[in-house]
Structures are given as C-alpha cells and as structure tokens.
C-alpha cells in the first residue's frame, strides 16, 4: 500500500475539516537528497528529507536480495519512509494548534 492509498483511504472516512493530506505534506518538503553509500551498500537507499522549517526526516529502503534492487523502486520506497515518519510529526502539530498548546516557552524553560 502506498501513502498515497493510505491518504485517500483517510480523506474517504474524514468526518471534520481537521487533517494532514498528503499533498499538504508534499507541499511542506523543501527538499529530497539521496546519500552515496559504500559500494558494499549500493543496493540501500538513504533519503533526508528536508522540510520548509529545515526540520529533516531520513527514509531509507532495502531489497532483502541485493540483486532484486532498482534505483527508482530504492528512491520511491525511501521517499514514501520519509513521509511515513514525517505524518505523526505534523499531525502531532496541529493537535497542538488545535487545543492551543505551545511548547515554545516550555522548551526554553518559560512558565
């Protein structure tokens, strides 16, 4: 199954107006960058995904059998990790705006 599956099987069941779509997340990616592994490792995928905020995720994919590896599947499967990870963390941020909890001064050790 695919992010994108897993967004339009969420958007079928959304009864409110309160919830990160896929296509928001791929509006917030500033950038995608594949990291050049040891020759040993050619076959793995490592991704950093860099959002608008500089905040950065890392996908990463992997055939059980190197000689079953495709670059493009390598990079598809590492991005879709990536925005898998990333998902929780927006979500987790509009909870946040919703209730109108701010971790602002609490980080810098504000009460």
């Known amino acids: 199954m695919t992010v994108k599956d897993d967004d339009e099987a969420a958007k079928a069941v959304q009864k ?3 919830r990160i779509s896929l296509e928001y997340i791929e509006s917030q990616i500033d950038d995608d960058m594949r990291l050049q592994l040891p020759d040993d490792l050619e076959h793995v995928t490592v991704l950093l995904m860099r959002f608008k905020n500089g905040f950065v ?4 994919s992997a055939p059980v059998d190197p000689a ?3 670059p493009e599947l390598g990079y598809r499967f590492a991005r879709e990790d990536a925005i898998r990870q990333a998902w929780p963390l927006f979500a987790f941020a509009l909870r ?3 209730t109108d909890i701010s971790i602002t001064n609490d980080v ?3 009460t």
């Open 16 to 18: 409110s107006p309160f």
């Open 57 to 60: 995720v890392i996908g990463k």
């Open 68 to 70: 079953n590896y495709n």
């Open 96 to 98: 946040n705006e919703l």
């Open 108 to 110: 810098r050790g504000v």
